[in-house]
């Protein structure tokens, strides 16, 4: 079993920046990938970012390129994300996720249904 915890969540203004960090215990080698996602109030949860732990290859969703930053600590066993220039859509509950799959298919990283642990996740707000 894994758990995940979220936190660094908080209000900002826009423009400004806020790091969220996500800390992994338990069976930590059992995942490959971990990523974050975010959900607005009334709307489907959507992928924002994601990090392989061996190698360090990442994905991002087209909303946040060039603004946020995933990274990993693997010796904390932590995924970070950087947000910079924050825009007052980015207002969202931010979740952790980790997935068990070693591989993925066409667009598979960014689907909801490809992770197996969720933390609880860390509302973040941007005031306009």
């Known amino acids: 079993q894994v758990q995940l915890v979220e936190s660094g969540g908080g209000l900002v203004q826009a423009g400004g920046s806020l790091r969220l960090s996500c800390a992994a215990s338990?069976?930590?080698?059992?995942?490959?990938?971990m990523g974050w996602f975010r959900q607005a109030p009334g709307k489907e949860r959507e992928f924002v970012a994601a990090?392989?732990?061996?190698?360090?290859?990442?994905w991002y969703a087209d909303s946040v390129k060039s603004r946020f930053t995933i990274s990993r600590d693997n010796a904390e066993n932590t995924v970070f994300l950087q947000m910079n220039s924050l825009k007052p859509e980015d207002t969202a509950v931010y979740y952790c996720?980790?997935?068990?799959?070693?591989?993925?298919?066409?667009?598979?990283?960014?689907?909801?249904?490809?992770?197996?642990?969720w933390g609880q996740g860390t509302q973040v707000t941007v005031s306009s």
């Open positions: 996720a980790a997935s068990s799959r070693q591989t993925f298919g066409r667009s598979a990283i960014y689907g909801v249904t490809s992770y197996d642990y």
């Open positions: 990090i392989r732990r061996i190698g360090g290859s990442t």
């Open positions: 338990g069976r930590t080698s059992s995942f490959y990938v």
